[in-house]
């Protein structure tokens, strides 16, 4: 058994209570134990809250519901508000956890109660962080400096599996409500950068989770064309956006 005490798992849903399930069933055959589980729920179909509802009876959550769909930022919010832990283990309810969780997670935990100036440690991504420092046991510190090459070391945040201090609003604020996702976790990016936000990252960070959308519960988030397309005109010209937007946006 994993037995995190000073840890809430908060786990942010929209209309894939199957894929909720799936994700409580797996941190409970991985031996995890949190202080509590918060699952913060953002004006799901009554059949998915209902489910829900009916999955506390074995899980033991703490659930926070709202009557209407009021985006990403309210719904991290919300759910955060509720936390009353010292840390705070955020995760979307289409991740699995691996095998191999428990035991990096500890290590992590570990890092946090020992340097007290760590924001957050990060355990998933889409890309590796360009800018890193080992210090030890698969994880390395992120560095972000103005001079670094590319503009992939504005993206110091994401809101992909992580582990955080429950005091993450008062450094940084909280989460702008009423935007579109993209917006929501741009601004938060931007937050934790200008504010030296200290963070480690798990350099083998597609091996502690994996992200699964079912056909039956695809993904609730719709990204228009300039952010999928392959087109090599269009990536260049989205490349080359994101360089002057984010240096413009980090500088102003």
């Known amino acids: 058994m994993f037995n995190f ?14 894929s909720l399930e799936r994700l409580l069933e797996a941190f409970s055959a991985l031996g995890c134990n949190f202080g509590d589980i ?8 009554p059949e998915h809250v209902s489910y829900i509802k009916s999955l506390n009876q074995k899980f033991r959550f703490t659930l926070v519901t709202t009557p209407v769909n009021k985006g990403l930022g309210n719904n991290i919010n919300k ?15 289409d991740f699995v956890p691996e095998k191999i969780f428990p035991v990096h997670f500890q290590r992590a935990l570990s890092f946090m109660n020992e340097r007290q100036e ?8 889409y890309f590796k962080y360009p800018h890193l420092k080992p210090v030890g046991d698969g994880f390395s510190e992120m560095e972000f ?21 429950t005091t993450f609003f008062q450094k940084f604020g909280r989460y702008r409500e009423g935007i579109k996702v993209e917006a929501t976790e ?6 934790v950068i200008k504010k030296k936000g200290k963070s480690l990252f798990f ?3 597609t091996s502690l989770f994996e992200q699964k959308n079912s056909e039956d519960e695809p993904s609730t988030v719709r990204r228009n064309i300039w952010r999928e397309s392959n087109n090599p005109i269009l990536t260049g010209l989205r490349h080359l956006y994101r360089h002057l937007k984010f ?6």
Not at 118 to 125: E, G, K, S
Not at 186 to 191: D, F, Q, R
Not at 247 to 252: C, E, F
């Open 38 to 45: 918060v699952v913060s729920d953002d004006g799901s179909k």
């Open 145 to 165: 400096k103005l001079t670094n090459p590319g503009y992939k070391k504005f993206y110091f945040y994401s809101d992909h599996p992580h582990l955080r201090r």
């Open 118 to 125: 760590l924001d957050m440690v990060r355990f998933y991504a």
């Open 79 to 93: 759910g955060q508000d509720a936390v009353k832990t010292d840390y705070t283990l955020y995760v979307q309810e």
């Open 186 to 191: 741009y601004e938060m990016m931007m937050s």
């Open 247 to 252: 240096n413009y946006n980090y500088l102003r």
């Open 203 to 205: 350099e083998e960070f």
């Open 5 to 18: 005490p000073d840890v809430t798992l908060l786990i942010t849903h929209y209309n894939r209570s199957t």
